[in-house]
T-cell receptor
Framework: DGGITQSPKYLFRKEGQNVTLSCEQNLNHDAMYWYRQDPGQGLRLIYY???????QKGDIAEGYSVSREKKESFPLTVTSAQKNPTAFYLC????????????FGDGTRLSIL | SQQGEEDPQALSIQEGENATMNCSYKTSINNLQWYRQNSGRGLVHLIL?????REKHSGRLRVTLDTSKKSSSLLITASRAADTASYFC????????????FGQGTTLQVKP
């Protein structure tokens, strides 16, 4: 079945540590996105990529980094510069960026130790 | 900042009743989308309505869009316990690069 796989489901970060969240899709979608969701809140866009080897900052990119070396993969690194990383992180993809629904993975919950 | 503001923030109804959720937004849009999120899961796309459309149906779902009032509503008819979830509107603003801006959501509880 086609879909988006996020791993791990739960992740713990120590102070000063970088952690990487995985997002893989087999939908052959060009566009991929990373969102952050805080309790009781909507989604905020961290980074997005419309095509391989290209990505743009979203609304809250500070303290995060991404890469898009393969069409199916869009990993997110939460760096030590992100002072409040505890949140639910969601990855999504879409065929293109215009007039297209987004398909979501089941998220990674990141907590601080 | 959030483009979409949803109302109510929480809604509790009995199974079989209808549920209506509203979304207001600030700027011109290309389209508006509704998503559902079950607790601890990712979002699932429900309906996309374009700015030149006024109403759209999908099964028990009915979405309306009033661009003059910058508002949309999602109606779920004959609700079921399985409809219990959070519902989000997301706008694709005109002139944007296809990025979606999500509202804060309405939490719906359907009691059996």
């Amino acid at each position: 079945d086609g879909g988006i796989t996020q791993s791990p489901k739960y992740l713990f970060r120590k102070e000063g540590q970088n952690v990487t969240l995985s997002c893989e899709q087999n939908l052959n979608h060009d566009a991929m996105y990373w969102y952050r969701q805080d309790p009781g809140q909507g989604l905020r866009l961290i980074y997005y990529s419309q095509i391989v080897n290209d990505f743009q900052k979203g609304d809250i990119a500070e303290g995060y980094s991404v890469s898009r070396e393969k069409k199916e993969s869009f990993p997110l690194t939460v760096t030590s510069a992100q002072k409040n990383p505890t949140a639910f992180y969601l990855c999504a993809s879409s065929i293109g960026t215009y007039y297209q629904p987004q398909h979501f993975g089941d998220g990674t919950r990141l907590s601080i130790l | 900042s959030q483009q979409g503001e949803e109302d109510p923030q929480a809604l509790s109804i009995q199974e079989g009743e209808n549920a209506t959720m509203n979304c207001s937004y600030k700027t011109s849009i290309n389209n508006l989308q509704w998503y559902r999120q079950n607790s601890g899961r990712g979002l699932v796309h429900l309906i996309l309505i374009r700015s030149n459309e006024r109403e759209k149906h999908s099964g028990r779902l009915r979405v309306t869009l009033d661009t003059s009032k910058k508002s949309s509503s999602l109606l779920i008819t004959a609700s079921r316990a399985a409809d219990t979830a959070s519902y989000f509107c997301a706008t694709d603003a005109s002139g944007n690069t296809g990025k979606l801006i999500f509202g804060q959501g309405t939490t719906l509880q359907v009691k059996p």
